[in-house]
């Protein structure tokens, strides 16, 4: 039985040396991503086209009711001022879930790779840090650690670091322990469907033992919940922590 | 006695309890998202009305406490696939 679960594979090596990281390396999260880019512009340019006032179309009703979700999202949980965060959380949320429903393609989806989402984390945590700057002044933002006492300093940074640690590591341990059972159980069940099927004598056993008969069909129930639920569910959490967290950050 | 044999057992060994016993921070998840959902049920209970308000804030409260369990399962993931690895090329 032969089970490969592996990292992001490095697709090619370029000559490019950047800095402090290191060789640029060309990996199977990096090309599924533009692959997903391209999966949401496209789809936002096919909802988009031909926009009319009256006489709507269904794509136009659809484009409709995405645009007002997402308007009843942030200005309904962050308030008025914060409108111009719409954009950012909406495209937050459409790259999140095509990235993690592209696993049921059958590519390696973007989010199972703990990179991708510290990328997004660490974005949130600088726009989160700079709310609260703005919010409280440079002053007041350092003073802040500080609170209730000073000598819980140390734990109030630790604190702060965790937001974007807790945020990234829990999406990606969603999608990740997703991909990893759905491997385990093809291959699981392609053992069974060989066993199964190698009881027929003869030739015919032998010919149809090799074909893993059993890997349709059944793992599509362990698919409903970790592709469509976990996926769905952890685009909506991040997107209700990066809303939440700066909400917060703009009180003070 | 080959003592770099032994040094790699113990190693590995050590990943592969390692990683079960990481898997011990599910318990916590697991007890606290029950009680939510009782307390969830409890309240759709008194209030049907507000089902809808109750299972989404449930659900969201839900996917916050899994943070922990999560974290031990990361833990074990490292300790199997990605430890194992680098113990082999420290010993060897």
């Given at each position: 039985?032969?089970?490969?679960?592996?990292?992001?594979?490095?697709?090619?090596?370029?000559?490019?040396?950047?800095?402090?990281?290191?060789?640029?390396?060309?990996?199977?999260?990096?090309?599924?991503?533009?692959?997903?880019?391209?999966?949401?512009?496209?789809?936002?340019?096919?909802?988009?086209?031909?926009?009319?006032?009256?006489?709507?179309?269904?794509?136009?009703?659809?484009?409709?009711?995405?645009?007002?979700?997402?308007?009843?999202?942030v200005?309904?949980?962050?308030?008025?001022?914060?409108?111009?965060?719409v954009?950012?959380?909406?495209?937050?949320?459409?790259?999140?879930?095509?990235?993690?429903?592209?696993?049921?393609?059958?590519?390696?989806?973007?989010?199972?790779?703990?990179?991708?989402?510290?990328?997004?984390a660490?974005?949130?945590?600088?726009?989160?840090?700079?709310?609260?700057?703005?919010?409280?002044?440079?002053?007041?933002?350092?003073?802040?650690f500080?609170?209730?006492?000073?000598?819980?300093?140390?734990?109030?940074?630790?604190?702060?670091?965790?937001?974007?640690?807790?945020?990234a590591?829990?999406?990606?341990?969603?999608?990740?322990?997703?991909?990893?059972?759905?491997?385990?159980?093809?291959?699981?069940?392609?053992?069974?469907s060989?066993?199964?099927?190698?009881?027929?004598?003869?030739?015919?056993?032998?010919?149809?033992?090799?074909?893993?008969?059993?890997?349709?069909?059944?793992?599509?129930?362990?698919?409903?919940?970790?592709?469509?639920?976990?996926?769905?569910?952890?685009?909506?959490?991040?997107?209700?922590?990066?809303?939440?967290?700066?909400?917060?950050?703009?009180?003070? | 006695?080959?003592?770099?044999?032994?040094?790699?057992?113990?190693?590995?060994?050590?990943?592969?309890?390692?990683?079960g016993?990481?898997?011990?921070?599910?318990?916590?998840?697991?007890?606290?998202?029950?009680?939510?959902?009782?307390?969830?049920?409890?309240?759709?209970?008194?209030?049907?009305?507000?089902?809808?308000?109750?299972?989404s804030?449930?659900?969201?409260?839900?996917?916050?406490?899994?943070?922990?369990?999560?974290?031990?399962?990361?833990?074990?993931?490292?300790?199997?696939?990605?430890?194992?690895?680098?113990?082999?090329?420290?010993?060897?």
């Amino acid at each position: 039985m032969e089970v490969d679960i592996t990292g992001a594979r490095i697709l090619f090596d370029t000559p490019i040396n950047l800095p402090i990281l290191g060789q640029l390396r060309i990996t199977e999260t990096m090309v599924i991503s533009w692959l997903v880019m391209l999966v949401v512009t496209g789809l936002c340019i096919w909802l988009t086209r031909n926009l009319k006032t009256e006489n709507i179309s269904k794509r136009q009703a659809v484009a409709e009711m995405l645009v007002e979700m997402a308007n009843k999202f942030v200005v309904g949980n962050m308030g008025e001022k914060f409108r111009y965060f719409v954009p950012f959380v909406a495209a937050l949320f459409a790259t999140s879930m095509v990235s993690n429903l592209i696993g049921l393609v059958g590519l390696r989806s973007p989010t199972a790779d703990l990179s991708t989402e510290m990328a997004w984390a660490i974005t949130v945590f600088v726009l989160i840090t700079a709310q609260k700057i703005k919010t409280n002044g440079l002053g007041g933002y350092l003073k802040d650690f500080t609170t209730p006492i000073p000598l819980l300093t140390p734990f109030n940074i630790l604190g702060e670091v965790a937001t974007p640690i807790g945020m990234a590591f829990r999406h990606f341990g969603n999608i990740l322990s997703g991909l990893v059972i759905n491997t385990l159980l093809y291959a699981a069940l392609a053992v069974a469907s060989s066993a199964l099927l190698g009881l027929i004598p003869g030739a015919v056993g032998a010919v149809l033992s090799q074909i893993p008969i059993l890997d349709v069909g059944i793992p599509a129930i362990l698919s409903v919940y970790f592709d469509w639920v976990s996926g769905v569910l952890q685009a909506y959490i991040f997107c209700m922590l990066t809303v939440m967290f700066i909400a917060n950050a703009a009180e003070g | 006695m080959d003592f770099q044999f032994l040094a790699k057992g113990i190693a590995l060994a050590g990943c592969a309890l390692g990683a079960g016993i990481a898997l011990i921070a599910g318990v916590g998840p697991g007890i606290g998202e029950g009680e939510a959902v009782a307390h969830a049920l409890d309240a759709i209970g008194r209030q049907p009305e507000c089902k809808g308000d109750v299972t989404s804030t449930m659900i969201l409260g839900c996917a916050l406490a899994e943070t922990t369990g999560i974290y031990g399962f990361v833990t074990g993931l490292l300790l199997i696939f990605v430890a194992p690895g680098s113990f082999m090329n420290l010993l060897s």
